[in-house]
């Protein structure tokens, strides 16, 4: 059973491959299965085994994402509860930074011009609550309207600057980066919050 199992799981990844060396350089509407099918060396009847469509499989590869993406800013939110000097946090947001990083592939194409804009939404729709959590103080007299309007700004913010880093990085390494977010976006959520 275990190797059914193992071949299912390479023949997904194997797909999702194909059609990612394909999306990242063509709009996803003029993607075909025959031509991630092809691609992949499987036959069309095998992607329809696995998915219903081009568009379940883009969702599949972003559901991994987002999920990945959520858990590492909540590992690095829980930490700034329990340490919030500046070093702790440009730590923190360097492990957010080096997990796009290391998704460059993914996340670049999906933050970038030809990307899913529905991925950025459900992304931000994921972190929003966790930065609310965890970086704003809720008892300094703003609306829920306007915390809501401080963590979109913040959020579309910081993802920008992280897409632009990983199509770009010219010369900014990690940490510079996980600096510039704390400051631009934590910290001044923190101070108007507080």
Avoid at 61 to 76: K, N, P, R, W, Y
Avoid at 144 to 156: G, K, S, V
Avoid at 166 to 192: F, W
């Amino acid at each position: 059973m275990r190797k059914r199992t193992d071949r299912t799981e390479r023949t997904k990844a194997d797909l999702k491959e194909a059609f990612w060396r394909l999306y990242s350089s063509t709009p996803i509407e003029r993607i075909t299965v025959g031509q991630v099918c092809e691609l992949a060396g499987y036959n069309r009847g095998t992607f329809y085994l696995h998915f219903d469509d081009i568009y379940a499989l883009l969702a599949s590869i972003e559901q991994t994402l987002l999920a990945g993406m959520t858990s590492c800013v909540e590992d690095c939110m829980q930490r700034l509860r329990r340490d919030s000097s500046k070093l702790s946090c440009v730590a923190a947001c360097k492990d957010v930074v080096l997990f796009y990083e290391r998704n460059k592939a993914h996340i670049s194409v999906l933050l970038g011009d030809n990307g899913d804009p529905s991925f950025v939404g459900r992304l931000k729709d994921n972190l929003k609550p966790l930065w609310r959590e965890y970086v704003v103080n809720v008892d300094a007299g703003l609306s829920e309207a306007e915390i809501d309007l401080l963590l979109e700004y913040a959020l579309a913010g910081t993802l920008f600057m992280i897409s632009r880093w990983l199509s770009n990085p010219a010369g900014v390494s990690a940490p510079q980066l996980a600096h510039l977010v704390y400051d631009l976006s934590i910290k001044d959520v923190r101070t108007r919050t507080d």
